[in-house]
């Protein structure tokens, strides 16, 4: 009896330290705001700035990995609004409408702005002509013909690019005439480069930042400096004009987290609102929120290293 008894005991033990054994490798899976995984979904146009970011985060934090899926941003709203998305980068905020739906399914997102990006206009690098008027966009956009514009080409229909140009030019549908479409940014860039009198709709950031293979195409575009509706001077889509709040197609870029705990999405919008992230906005070419600090060493005495 007392040996079927330290059999039992023997048993116990091994099948409660088996339990804990497992407890705590399920802990250590667990998602923690720099250790496991998490999707991203990034809104097209500005996809190459968040591969920056995530390259950076990655390397620094080996246990986080951070999956992308690029996608206009009318599927990323719909992804977003249906929880199928939990964590998206998009160039506006949430509007009344959208925050109220999140408020009845009792979801409560963080909203984290990051950059200011811009829309670049570009045409082909055999028009001599690199000004354009913004009212002359918006006519067109209105369905007015224009001598200089021979027609507006943009990334996707249901892209932040054409949504931003419909509010501006308040209609509700891009005109039927003179307007062409692709899937991406650098079709865009690519159909502008090879057809003169067309001009393309554009995240600066595929400029800023091109893909190698599109490093020689990029040198047949040029990239248009805008007149405002209420201006008399053409402003580029520079660091400094944006700064200055002087280019008209400017916008803001969001991160927001839907996740509803503290996991990895919540670690990678601190990230990116961070100093290191907020360089590599510099860096890229957009304007950061909040500039990054620098440090200087201040030496109490000049060493002279020629003796």
């Known amino acids: 009896m007392l040996k079927y008894s330290k059999v039992f005991v023997l048993v116990a033990f091994v ?37 920056d ?32 998305a939990k964590v998206v980068i998009i160039a506006r905020n949430l509007t009344e409408d959208e925050l109220r739906r999140f408020e009845k399914s009792k979801i409560k997102p963080r909203v984290t702005p990051f950059a200011k990006d811009a829309i670049a206009l570009i045409s082909n690098k055999s028009n001599n002509d690199t000004l354009i008027a913004l009212k002359n966009v918006i ?18 229909p249901n892209s932040s690019t054409v949504r931003y140009m419909l509010e501006l030019a308040k209609v509700k549908e891009i005109p039927k005439n003179g307007v062409f479409s692709f899937k991406t940014n650098d079709e865009v860039i690519k159909f502008v480069s090879e057809n003169n009198g067309m001009i393309g709709v554009v995240g600066v950031n595929w400029l800023s930042q091109p893909s190698t293979n599109m490093i020689e195409t990029i040198k047949k575009i040029n990239v248009l400096s805008v007149k405002g509706l209420n201006d008399d001077k053409y402003y580029n889509p520079s660091q ?52 990054p600090g620098r440090k200087l060493k201040i030496r109490n005495q000049i060493i002279n290293d020629k003796e």
Do not use: H, W
Not at 139 to 156: E, H, R, S
């Open 240 to 291: 400094n004009d944006l700064a200055e709040v002087k280019y008209p197609l400017a916008r803001d870029l969001f991160i927001i987290n839907c996740q509803g705990y503290s996991g990895l999405g919540m670690g990678f919008a601190s990230f990116i609102a961070g100093d290191i992230g907020q360089r590599i906005v510099l860096k890229s070419g957009l304007l950061p929120v909040r500039t």
């Open 53 to 84: 970011q995530v390259a950076v985060f990655e390397g620094t934090y080996y246990d986080a990995k951070i999956k992308i899926k690029a996608k206009s941003e009318g599927e990323l709203i719909n992804d977003l609004l249906d929880q199928k």
């Open 139 to 156: 006519d067109f956009m209105q369905g007015k013909a224009d001598p200089k514009i021979k027609g507006l080409v943009f990334d996707n």
């Open 15 to 51: 099948f409660l330290f088996a339990m804990c054994n497992q407890k705590s490798k399920s802990d250590s899976d667990k998602e923690t705001i720099l250790k496991g995984s998490v999707d991203v979904t990034v809104d097209e146009t500005i996809k190459p700035i968040v591969e």
